[in-house]
C-alpha cells in the first residue's frame, strides 16, 4: 500500500493555521515553552475510486485503435447500466505502442497495442464489487488499483486540529507542574503537518480477470479506515 501526504484544503488552511499572539508580547522575565502535540481521527471511507485498463492487441495499428474504442464504450455503457453515474467516469490516458516478442534470439514484431485507462468514481462503497464485474464482463482487461477515500476530509481534520491542540495543552500543563512554573499564555500556535492516507488496494499483476471478475461480486474488498492527523507547535510564557 503506498502512503500518500495530501494537503487538505487552501481555504480550510487560511482558517486553521493558526499564526496569532494571545498577548502583544511576553514580559522580559517570562520564558519561553515550546510544545508539540498530536492529533488523530479515523474517517470511514464514503467514495471508492477504481482504476481499469482496456487493452487491444491487433496487427493493425488502425484496427487496435477502432476495437479498443468500441470496448471502452460497451464499458462506460455497462457502467451507466447498472447505476454508475457518468459523470462519475473518465478515461485518463490512452496510448498506441508497437509489441515485439523473442523469436530464436530475435525481436519480431508481434502487432500494436492499443490502451487507454478509465477511472471511475462511486459514492456507494458498497457497489464497488459489482462495478469491477461488470466492467470485466464487458471488457476491462486489468483492475490497476481500487482506493477508498473520503469526498471531504476537510471536517475530520478539523477534529484532528482540535485534539492536537488539547494534546499540546496537556504536555505544557504537565511539564509546568513538574518545574513547578506557571503558564502565563499562549503566544504562537503553528500548524506543522498534515498526514493522510486514504486505503488502496493494488491487485496481483498479471492475475486472470476471470478470477478477479468472479471474486469481485462475492468477496468485497473490505473498505477499512482512513487516518487523517494533524501536528501544532504551540509556544507559551511560563513564569
Do not use: H
Not at 15 to 43: E, H, I, R
Not at 156 to 182: H, N, P, R, T
Amino acid at each position: 500500500m503506498k502512503w500518500i501526504y495530501r494537503k487538505i484544503s487552501a481555504g480550510l488552511a487560511v482558517v486553521l493555521c493558526l499564526f496569532f499572539f494571545m498577548t502583544p508580547a511576553a514580559a522580559a522575565s517570562d520564558q519561553l515553552l515550546y510544545v508539540t502535540g498530536k492529533g488523530g481521527v479515523m474517517a470511514t471511507p464514503d467514495i471508492v475510486n477504481i482504476t481499469l485498463i482496456i487493452e487491444t492487441k491487433k496487427m493493425d495499428a488502425k484496427a487496435a485503435q477502432e476495437e479498443n474504442n468500441k470496448k471502452l464504450e460497451k464499458v462506460i455503457g455497462s457502467l451507466v447500466a447498472v447505476g454508475i453515474k457518468k459523470e462519475g467516469i473518465t478515461t485518463s490516458a490512452y496510448s498506441l505502442s508497437q509489441e515485439y516478442k523473442a523469436v530464436n534470439y530475435q525481436s519480431v514484431f508481434d502487432g500494436y497495442l492499443a490502451s487507454c485507462t478509465l477511472n471511475v468514481k462511486l459514492k456507494d462503497t458498497a457497489k464497488a464489487g459489482e462495478a469491477i464485474d461488470t466492467a470485466v464482463a464487458a471488457g476491462a482487461t486489468k483492475v490497476r488499483r481500487i482506493q477508498f477515500d473520503v469526498e471531504d476530509p476537510s471536517p475530520y481534520y478539523a477534529q484532528a486540529l482540535i485534539a492536537a491542540g488539547k494534546d499540546a495543552q496537556s504536555k505544557a500543563e504537565a511539564l509546568a507542574s513538574a518545574f513547578g512554573v506557571k503558564i502565563k499564555a499562549v503566544l504562537l500556535v503553528e500548524e506543522q503537518s498534515t498526514y493522510y492516507a486514504p486505503v488502496s488496494y493494488t491487485p496481483t499483476p498479471n492475475a486472470p480477470m476471470e478470477d478477479v471478475a468472479m471474486a469481485a461480486p462475492t468477496m468485497p474488498v473490505e473498505t477499512g479506515d482512513i487516518s487523517i492527523t494533524a501536528t501544532v507547535r504551540v509556544t507559551y510564557s511560563i513564569g
